[in-house]
């Protein structure tokens, strides 16, 4: 049972570390050089982001149905808004900055369409990591719920601003890869304690 829930766990863990190996080669800055990569990474990204919001949906499988649906609404709007500023900061611009041999003033209404959309994606991410973390609390007990709840909700804080950009941004997935890890884990329990 112990190792079930470990690997449980472990297979939260999957699609942070993926982000965070990617976030290592992911260009700190869009530029001409960098551009035909920059827009090529972020057709593969268009696969994985969406990884993290069908590990939150999974997590909360198990969540009160007060707790769950909101959870999984917030999930699927990260899906949808963060997949929209990889589509449109990510694809379009790193296009843009190549057709163009350099960044112009188009490239920055681009990247602020692109931001618009981020900044929904991360707020939904941070959301459906609360419940989450409200889950596991309700499943598990504060104490038990609370090394996993700080490192989830202080890396989906940090994701508000970080992307997946070295240095910052690949620790916040890191630790986001724990934090489910954590709370996977605890969520795999078979049933509630009796006092938490």
């Known amino acids: 049972m112990l190792e079930s829930r470990w690997l449980r766990g472990a297979f939260f863990a999957v699609p942070g570390l993926l982000l965070a190996g990617i976030g290592v080669v992911h260009p700190a800055r869009l530029d001409a050089a960098t551009a035909a990569w920059w827009a090529s990474l972020h057709v593969v990204l268009l696969l994985v982001f969406p990884l993290p919001a069908v590990a939150q949906w999974l997590l909360l499988t198990s ?33 843009v900055v190549h057709a163009q041999h350099g960044a112009t003033p188009v490239v920055g209404a681009v990247f602020a369409a692109g931001d618009r959309l981020g900044h929904l994606g991360s707020a939904c991410f941070l959301a459906a990591n609360v419940l989450i973390v409200a889950a596991v609390v309700v499943r598990a007990g504060w104490w038990r719920a609370a090394p996993g709840a700080v490192l989830l909700l202080t890396a989906s ?29 605890l969520l795999s329990r078979a049933s509630p304690p009796a006092a938490a």
């Open 63 to 95: 969540a009160p149905r007060w707790l769950r649906w909101p959870g999984r609404l917030a999930a699927f709007g990260f899906a949808a808004f963060y997949g929209g500023l990889d589509a449109v900061a990510g694809i379009a611009a790193g296009t």
């Open 157 to 185: 804080v940090s994701f508000l601003d970080s992307h997946i950009f070295w240095p910052r941004g690949v620790v916040t997935m890191i630790a986001v890869a724990v934090g489910m890890c954590l709370s996977g884990a």
